[in-house]
């Protein structure tokens, strides 16, 4: 069975540039994430749908970034435009079970690279 | 917003036992817990996971004290394929998904 993709995988971009990432979870699961992982640090969540909702995108960074899973299987991460402290890694997982605690697989993750 | 919090790093040898305790003050009652591993360049992987006293499966166990506020992943008898970093994920009270810092272990020969 295929896993979380994702791509692409690496990305370099210089500021205020647009840049967009891509997933597709694994077939039949409900719930996708889209995280954000720094060096050295945990993935923070930037927002999560179930189905086509999103039912939590609180941290989202609303000026800059935006989301959209359309028929509610594959997923459109964007960043426009493109800072700095953007870099970092961007990782989309899945889940079968709407419900929060269901075991989430991840991608392998996309790297930008905001010079 | 609540914050979990693991020690930053581990170092241990092959054949031992590894405890890694994850605090979380501030998790949510009807939530669970739930330990990732991560390799380099990979996304997280799921290992265990568990609402209170004591989970085992295949490849770790989890011990869970009856006030929820901590949590510690057990590994037995490690080898060096264990080194990765390993992140504890809960909901806090605000509804919140929250992964840890992760713990950085380090498994010598």
């Known amino acids: 069975e295929a896993g979380v993709v994702q791509s692409p995988r690496y990305k370099i971009i210089e500021k205020k540039q647009p840049v967009a990432f891509w997933c597709n979870p694994i077939?039949?699961?409900?719930?996708l994430y889209w995280y954000r992982q720094n060096l050295g640090q945990g993935p923070e969540l930037l927002i999560r749908?179930?189905?086509?909702?999103?039912?939590?995108d609180s941290q989202l960074p609303k000026d800059r970034f935006s989301a959209e899973r359309l028929k509610g299987v594959d997923s459109t991460l964007k960043i426009q435009p493109a800072e700095l402290g953007d870099s970092a890694v961007y990782l989309c997982?899945?889940?079968?079970?709407?419900?929060?605690?269901?075991?989430?697989?991840f991608g392998p993750g996309t790297r930008l690279t905001v010079l | 917003l609540a914050k979990t919090t693991q020690p930053i790093s581990m170092d241990s040898y092959e054949g031992q036992e590894v405890n890694i305790t994850c605090s979380h003050n501030?998790?949510?009652?009807?939530?669970?817990i739930t330990w990732y591993q991560q390799f380099p360049s990979q996304g997280p992987r799921f290992i265990i996971q568990?609402?209170?006293t004591k989970v085992t499966n295949e490849v770790a166990s989890l011990f869970i004290p009856a006030d929820r506020k901590s949590s510690t992943l057990s590994l037995p008898r490690v080898s060096l394929s264990d080194t990765a970093v390993y992140y504890c994920?809960?909901?806090?009270?605000?509804?919140?998904?929250?992964f840890g810092q992760g713990t950085e272990l380090s498994v010598k020969p």
């Open positions: 997982a899945s889940s079968l079970d709407p419900a929060g605690d269901d075991e989430q697989f």
């Open positions: 077939s039949g699961h409900n719930t």
């Open positions: 749908y179930e189905n086509e909702e999103a039912v939590d």
């Open positions: 501030n998790i949510a009652t009807n939530d669970y």
């Open positions: 568990g609402y209170k």
């Open positions: 994920l809960v909901y806090n009270q605000g509804g919140k998904l929250i």
